[in-house]
Nanobody, 123 residues
């Protein structure tokens, strides 16, 4: 069973940076498109970014374009989300999810989910 483990969350001041990691110990993510999602308190889950499998096309929700970068290191079975210029509205639990596909489709079609890591942006 593929398990996804997120890490890298924490408390950061507005304007700061964090790098989230999504690891799959012992499993290859080569054939999986990986998405990052987030859920803020009292709000619905929101898709943030996706990176394709064999051809790592990336895409982002408009609110994070130019600030967040998704990347993958298949040798390490890890996907990253570099978050710069963080804003208080980025505060949420961030989840990574994997879909056995060339690219992410919908949250409902994701095959595996991590348990999430909390990001808090506050002064």
């Amino acid at each position: 069973q593929l398990q996804l483990v997120e890490s890298g969350g924490g408390l950061v001041q507005p304007g700061g940076s964090l790098r989230l990691s999504c690891a799959a110990p012992g499993f290859s993510l080569d054939s999986y498109a990986i998405g990052w999602f987030r859920q803020a308190p009292g709000k619905e889950r929101e898709w943030v970014a996706c990176i394709g499998s064999s051809d790592p096309i990336t895409n982002y929700v408009d609110s994070v374009k130019g600030r967040f970068t998704i990347s993958r290191d298949n040798a390490k079975n890890t996907v990253y989300l570099q978050m710069n210029s963080l804003k208080p509205e980025d505060t949420a639990v961030y989840y990574c999810a994997a879909e056995l596909n060339y690219y992410c489709t919908t949250a409902e079609r994701m095959d595996y989910w991590g348990k999430g890591t909390l990001v808090t942006v506050s002064s």
